[in-house]
Every structure is written in structure tokens, then in C-alpha cells.
């Protein structure tokens, strides 16, 4: 799989775009009608990047998150039935480059967004370095991560066991 590149404008930060206000972002909308069938009808949030950040931040040493369950906490504070997958996906992307972001910058702190892993225990290739970074940062936690096949990135062994409770 290829890693998408995205290019920031001329004097952006990722930490910019973590902090960047849109009039849509916080929003409880209707669940669109081609999504009903896997979320059902009632109200979807479009969260904001921060609350995103907050949620992966929530991720303790020794834990992980799949991004359902990131969806689902986001939707839980907010009193709706489900968070948009969309924007909750271009978010945690935005929540790992500013992490990375702030990485370079010194600090030691950062949002562990390589614990935020798809559903199915597959790593992120979206994530700054791909998979394979990922992969590492993982593994210097003590998880266990086992190669993929073909084209799949790899995946945490045992994940449905380690997950957090956020």
C-alpha cells in the first residue's frame, strides 16, 4: 500500500492544524443515508481535531485503542450515535503528524497516536513513517507485532486483549 503524502500550505504547522477552528467541526448532524446501514439513524458527530487528540491521549502504556473505539467515546461525550469515520480518520492522521510534530520539537510528551490501531489489529500506514514505524513504536512498548501478508500491513498480536477502556 502507498503512504499518502499531504503537503501543508506555506507557513502551516500540523500543531496549526490540530488547533484550527471550521464552522462544520463539533457539529451533531443526521447519519447520512448511505451510512445508516452500518450505524443505524440518529445523530453523527463531525468531531473537532482536539477532541480527537483527547481521546487518543487517553491511551495508556500497555493499552491500545482501535478507531471504532475512538469513534465510539467521541460519540458517547457528544450524546450522539456514532462519529463520523471520515473526518475521525483525517483527524488521528492530523493528531499523528502534530505529535511527530512536537517529537522533533523536543518535547517529550506527546499524543501516543501508534497505539490507535484498524479494528482488525492492522497498523496504520497513513501514520508518519507508515506501518513500519508504527510497527517499532509498538514494539519498543513490549507489544508484539507480526509482519503481514502480501500487501496488508502488519498486525498486534493478542490486540482484542489490550484494548483500553476510554
Known amino acids: 500500500m502507498s ?6 500550505a506555506e507557513g502551516k504547522t500540523w500543531r496549526g492544524k490540530l488547533k484550527e477552528e471550521h464552522p ?19 445523530k453523527m458527530l463531525i468531531p473537532r481535531p482536539l477532541e480527537v487528540d483527547a481521546v487518543v491521549r487517553r491511551v495508556r502504556k500497555g ?6 473505539l475512538v469513534r465510539a467515546e467521541l460519540a458517547r461525550r457528544a450524546g450522539a450515535d456514532a ?3 471520515l473526518t475521525t480518520g483525517i483527524f488521528l492522521r492530523i493528531v499523528a503528524e502534530a505529535a511527530e510534530e512536537n517529537r522533533r520539537a523536543g518535547k517529550t510528551r506527546v499524543t501516543p497516536y501508534w497505539r490507535v ?21 509498538l514494539r519498543s512498548e513490549g507489544f508484539t507485532v507480526r509482519p503481514g501478508r502480501g500487501k496488508q500491513p502488519p498486525r498486534v498480536e493478542g490486540f482484542d486483549g489490550l484494548l483500553a477502556q476510554l
Open 3 to 8: 503512504k499518502t503524502t499531504w503537503r501543508l
Open 24 to 42: 462544520n467541526h463539533g457539529k451533531l448532524v443526521p447519519i447520512p443515508p448511505r451510512w445508516r446501514r452500518k450505524f443505524g439513524s440518529g
Open 63 to 68: 493499552k491500545l485503542a482501535t478507531q471504532s
Open 83 to 85: 462519529a463520523c469515520p
Open 117 to 137: 490501531i484498524k479494528d482488525d489489529g492492522r497498523l496504520n500506514d497513513k501514520f508518519p513513517g507508515g506501518a513500519k514505524a508504527q510497527a517499532a513504536l
